[in-house]
């Protein structure tokens, strides 16, 4: 490997080599405008290179890679660590590589882990349409892939680990439903903010959620999609459905980390106890915050047990076992009825915390 294709490491107790590297857009700038023009490049890439195995691994040990579209967003990150956690119970050396949410930026790491000699590829893609790419490139070169998370819309894989999104959405939408006609609120509409619905996951959370408002006949005013994923980006989107209907009495925000934006557009907007707030997903705040009621609830996906649930199903593939080829995890619908039950479940599958203490 050249100095060029050298990334950054640091290395933990048991080898897991982490690398988060924002790839220069000029390297894949030129050819990277069709996917003929990626397949070409990715070409001229392969080779047979002798690849340095993470620090502290032996150089036999299996190397997987976790091709991830931004580990800066919370639930990625935690993601990665149920995939580390179950690689080092099984022995794996393993990488993980952060697009920063670009699709460009993402098929260089791809390049990147194949050229380096990856035996297995955990992938949660930027967007399904993303998704087709990687998955050809990865046939290509002889790699499997499993995906967690996000989805594709074609290609071959092993398998496929995702969240019951349509079910988690509905569920959560008949918390809310019962929060409103608790209230008497059941006049009022309701506005989402919602991730790109180019993806397999987004449409999903749309589909259920909307059901349970038809089942209710609470009215949904309008719908804005998330780009960057940020404070700004939520709390504008927030305050634009806040805007443009004054019967609004609920904002849906089908992720997580981004909540402040929503409810201090909430605040800003003078509407503090007039506007419910329930998100997809969660963050160790949520803890506190639906059992003071700040929030309504929350529809938590399990993303450290889909990381484990990946690396285990890559494991039985490489092993020559059969693999299933698409499992849906549940998504636990969270509220103030039920949340002391299910917080040790919530600590570690849906927040990561497995060595923390006890309690909230």
């Given amino acids: 490997m050249t100095d060029a294709m050298k990334p950054g490491r640091s290395a933990d107790r048991a080898g897991t080599s982490v690398l988060q590297r924002h790839v220069s857009r000029r390297t894949f700038a030129a050819g990277l405008g069709s996917v003929g023009g990626v397949c070409a490049l990715f070409g001229s890439f392969i080779s047979s290179t002798a690849v340095a195995a993470p ?40 990488e993980v590589l952060s697009a920063g949410n670009s699709p460009r930026d993402e098929l260089s790491l791809l390049v990147q882990a194949i050229r380096q000699g990856v035996q297995g590829l955990i992938v949660s893609p930027t967007t399904s349409s993303a998704c087709v790419t990687i998955l050809d490139l990865a046939e290509k070169a002889g790699v499997p892939v499993v995906i967690s998370d996000i989805g594709t819309d074609g290609g071959r894989y092993v398998s496929y680990i995702s969240s019951d999104n349509e079910t988690g959405a509905h569920g959560i939408g008949v918390i809310l439903a019962d929060a409103m006609a608790e209230r008497g609120w059941l006049d009022g509409s309701v506005g989402i903010v919602a991730i790109p619905q180019k993806r397999a996951n987004g449409q999903a959370r749309t589909a259920g959620f909307m059901r349970a408002m038809e089942e209710r006949a609470i009215r949904v005013s309008g719908i804005r999609q998330q780009v960057n994923f940020t404070y700004q980006e939520t709390f504008d989107h927030a305050s634009d459905l806040l805007r443009g209907d004054p019967s609004l009495r609920a904002i849906w925000l089908q992720g997580s980390d981004r909540y402040q934006g929503a409810l201090d557009a909430i605040a800003a907007a003078g509407r503090t106890g007039e506007v419910l707030l329930v998100t997809f997903d969660a963050e160790p705040e949520f803890l506190d915050l639906i059992p003071q009621g700040v929030l309504v609830g929350a529809g938590m996906q399990q993303p450290f047990l889909m990381g484990e649930k990946a690396v285990a199903a890559m494991d039985r593939h490489l092993r020559g076992q059969a693999v299933e080829r698409v499992r849906k995890l549940p998504v636990l619908t969270v509220s103030q009825d039920n949340i002391d039950a299910l917080t040790p479940l919530i600590r570690r599958n849906v927040l990561g915390l497995t060595g923390a203490g006890k309690g909230r």
Avoid: C
């Fill in 55 to 94: 620090d502290g691994v032996a150089a036999a040990s299996p190397r997987l890679a976790y091709l991830v579209s931004d580990l800066r967003i919370p639930f990625w990150d935690i993601m990665w660590r149920g995939v580390r956690s179950e690689a080092r119970q099984r022995s794996y050396a393993v």
